[in-house]
T-cell receptor, first 109, second 112 residues
Framework: QKEVEQNSGPLSVPEGAIASLNCTYSDRGSQSFFWYRQYSGKSPELIMFIYSNGDKEDGRFTAQLNKASQYVSLLIRDSQPSDSATYLCAVWGNTPLVFGKGTRLSVIA | ETGVTQSPTHLIKTRGQQVTLRCSSQ?????VSWYQQALGQGPQFIFQYYREEENGRGNFPPRFSGLQFPNYSSELNVNALELDDSALYLC???????????FGPGTRLTVL
């Protein structure tokens, strides 16, 4: 059973701080890693993907991948109240996307 | 470019009934994947259709079935509804089976 684990939270950070979201996965054959943001009652929205070990930056978001440790993280710099949402980690290998349960982030103004 | 659309937005059914959910893929996309997202959970893969053929299935019973049409739109059918089928059903389309998936707004199904 391929699993993706996330801390369900809630993770509360003050406005302007760095939010750090973590994810581990069980399938060593996983090839692609995705972070989705999901607002309450809405569908997931892709914000970052990463394929290679290391860091990938896009605006205020940085995804980090360590395949040896089977670990993916998402950093959100200068967190804003509008970043308050559930963040889903998803992993793709030889099967379609496997999602974690998500981490609820709350940015306090 | 038209995004992924789903209908209906909300649906209420009773146990034992049957339901059909619909999804129109994004223009140029030939692959549709369906997911079930229960409250407080991440989306779970139901199945994927590629060029009108089933191309992978998750751990769901046979009463969950699907179809993809020549225009690449898709249906999800669920027979003999159970209370635990209450969830947000998400459809995602992609350029190919391995491609980036774009999600529709979802259909909220409530089974009473």
């Amino acid at each position: 059973q391929k699993e993706v684990e996330q801390n369900s939270g809630p993770l509360s950070v003050p406005e302007g701080a760095i939010a750090s979201l973590n994810c581990t996965y069980s399938d060593r054959g996983s090839q692609s890693f995705f972070w989705y943001r999901q607002y309450s009652g809405k569908s997931p929205e892709l914000i970052m993907f990463i394929y290679s070990n290391g860091d990938k930056e896009d605006g205020r978001f940085t995804a980090q991948l360590n395949k040896a440790s089977q670990y993916v993280s998402l950093l959100i710099r200068d967190s804003q109240p509008s970043d308050s949402a559930t963040y889903l980690c998803a992993v793709w290998g030889n099967t379609p996307l496997v999602f974690g349960k998500g981490t609820r982030l709350s940015v306090i103004a | 470019e038209t995004g992924v659309t789903q209908s209906p937005t909300h649906l209420i059914k009773t146990r034992g009934q049957q339901v059909t959910l619909r999804c129109s893929s994004q223009s140029g996309h030939n692959t549709v994947s369906w997911y079930q997202q229960a409250l407080g959970q991440g989306p779970q893969f139901i199945f994927q259709y590629y060029r009108e053929e089933e191309n992978g299935r998750g751990n769901f019973p046979p009463r969950f079935s699907g179809l993809q049409f020549p225009n690449y739109s898709s249906e999800l059918n669920v027979n003999a509804l159970e209370l635990d089928d209450s969830a947000l059903y998400l459809c995602a389309s992609s350029l190919d089976p391995d491609g980036e998936q774009f999600f529709g707004p979802g259909t909220r199904l409530t089974v009473l």
